[in-house]
């Protein structure tokens, strides 16, 4: 009888924990794999060059007569809108436009034709202003680069654009459930990238010293971002390009 507690007791004993990174990850521990993993942030790395690059490309291609003007009189159309306006009310234009870009660029498929035409079209304008002042467009283009909300509000663009291309991978996987937990946390970085470079923006038009400045939180705040993405990243499991 003491012989078979023993075998009984030493059987419940024998039973193995799986190793922990064979366990369950907590749901919050999920959303973090798939949004930092290296599938992920490689598809973002290649649309921020592709949106680099085709924004210079399109100030420096030449405009035709007939598009100069078109496109030098909706430059000037948005520039008499925005210099009628200050704080709040410039914070609010800026933010609800490219809000309505952002949340566009979301759709699969339909998101990334409406951001590349977005990004060319906005080197188009930027040229047809500096034509306008006797400047090359692609001078312009890359002092747009330099000012801090520039790299903010693209940013946020980037995240839009590779929230719709995992969308349509996890479509073709069939794993859109366990994406849309994430895609809920793009939505909310996104909304918090548009309103830091609306600000940033406004700040920039109202005191343009002030707006150089702001690179000083601006380039702690990016070598913070990296230091948390390398961490997490170390820490994710394993997903793929999800």
Do not use: C
């Not at 012989?3 to 990174?21: A, I, K, L, M």
């Not at 937990?181 to 830091?196: F, H, N, P």
Request: net charge neutral; aromatic share 6%; no cysteine.
């Amino acid at each position: 009888m003491d012989r078979f507690v023993y075998q009984q007791r030493g059987s419940r004993n024998d039973v193995t924990t799986p190793p922990e990174s064979q366990q369950a990850a907590p749901g919050g521990k999920k959303v973090l794999d798939r949004l930092f993993g290296e599938g992920r942030l490689l598809t973002a790395v290649i649309i921020l060059v592709v949106e680099l690059a085709l924004l210079l490309i399109a100030t420096s291609v030449p405009l035709g007569s007939a598009s100069q003007q078109a496109l030098q009189g909706e430059a000037n159309n948005l520039s008499s809108t925005v210099s009628g306006l200050t704080g709040p009310g410039l914070f609010f234009y800026i933010f609800t436009h490219n809000a309505e870009i952002a949340y566009a660029e979301m759709v699969p498929v339909l998101g990334a034709i409406i951001w590349l035409g977005s990004i060319f079209v906005t080197g188009q304008l930027i040229q047809a202003a500096a034509v306008a002042n006797g400047e090359p467009g692609i001078l312009y283009g890359t002092a747009t680069l330099i000012l801090p909300f520039s790299i903010v509000e693209l940013s946020a663009y980037v995240v839009a654009v590779t929230s719709g291309t995992m969308l349509l991978v996890s479509l073709a996987k069939h794993t859109l459930r366990q994406e849309a937990r994430v895609l809920a946390l793009e939505v909310g970085l996104v909304a918090a990238l548009l309103s830091t470079a609306a600000a940033m923006e406004t700040i920039t038009i109202e005191d343009p010293y002030l707006g150089l400045a702001l690179w000083v939180p601006t380039g702690f705040a990016i070598i913070l971002l990296v230091k948390v993405v390398r961490r997490v990243a170390r820490q994710a499991a394993p997903v793929g390009l999800l």
